[in-house]
């Protein structure tokens, strides 16, 4: 049965989906069977995993929709994985959801179909706590929080943390943060360091250990429809994340 993750922030630009298209191509390459599924309506990770979103027939709006079978939609991409794509059709989705019985749980009822046939599914998160995410959450069992070491970055934290102990109370109880995850790093910054000291602090083994550090290769590798992992596995920002995927599965081994 996969184990779901869900990968989120509602803050843009802290590499939520840097992580996930990368960590996805990293278990992939170690051998693990792996399905990302894009809940942004701006399909970065779909595009980042080399599908052209702006060419799709069926997305994830249609699974959510009832539209389709998430295994009819799913796609093998170059990186080793199944990837469910999104566009922009999905923005539509908040509103449609509003009006449909069982909101919060139908992509936890579709993700419930295909768990036999994976390892791991990771979910790539809109950034905002919207209903969308709310879905994520009702279908995970953990939640991975990519952040920036800033000050504004623990505002938002705690803001998340409160929506996570939300669904755990009223949607799904078996929800729980995997861990918090330090994006752009950079050690020549003192206002990064006292932010990872009270991330360190405040959430002790929750904080992974792996540090992604600011590196052009992983802003670049999307513009070839490519993880870094596979694009250039030499790059610091790459070996980064071949070092998280290592350590995420030996914490489930």
């Not at 991409?77 to 999905?90: C, E, K, M, T, Y």
């Not at 579709?110 to 919207?130: H, N, T, V």
């Not at 623990?154 to 996570?164: A, H, N, Q, W």
């Not at 020549?188 to 929750?206: I, M, P, Y």
Request: glycine residues 8%; positive net charge; aromatic residues 6%.
């Amino acid at each position: 049965m996969a184990r779901i993750l869900a990968i989120a922030n509602q803050k843009g630009g802290v590499g939520k989906t840097t992580t996930s298209v990368n960590l996805a191509a990293g278990m992939a390459q170690a051998g693990r069977r792996v399905l990302l599924v894009d809940l942004d309506p701006q399909g970065n990770a779909t595009m980042g995993s080399g599908v052209n979103k702006s060419k799709l027939e069926r997305t994830i709006y249609h699974v959510l929709l009832g539209l389709g079978e998430a295994s009819n939609i799913r796609l093998r991409v170059d990186s080793g994985f199944d990837l469910i794509p999104a566009n922009r059709d999905l923005a539509g989705a908040e509103v449609e959801l509003v009006a449909l019985p069982n909101r919060e749980g139908r992509l936890r009822a579709a993700l419930d179909r295909l768990a036999g046939e994976y390892d791991f599914i990771l979910i790539d998160c809109p950034p905002s706590l919207s209903l969308l995410t709310v879905n994520a959450f009702a279908a995970a069992e953990q939640v991975l929080i990519p952040m920036q070491c800033e000050y504004y970055a623990l505002e938002g934290l705690s803001d998340l943390v409160g929506t996570i102990k939300r669904v755990r109370s009223n949607l799904n109880p078996r929800l729980e943060i995997a861990g918090l995850l330090r994006t752009m790093f950079d050690p020549r910054n003192t206002l990064a360091n006292q932010v990872s000291r009270q991330l360190e602090q405040h959430f002790g083994d929750k904080v992974y250990r792996t540090l992604v550090p600011r590196n052009v290769r992983l802003a670049e590798a999307p513009s070839y429809g490519a993880s870094a992992v596979i694009w250039d596995k030499t790059s610091k920002g790459a070996q980064a994340y071949i070092a998280l995927t290592e350590e995420i599965l030996r914490g489930y081994s």
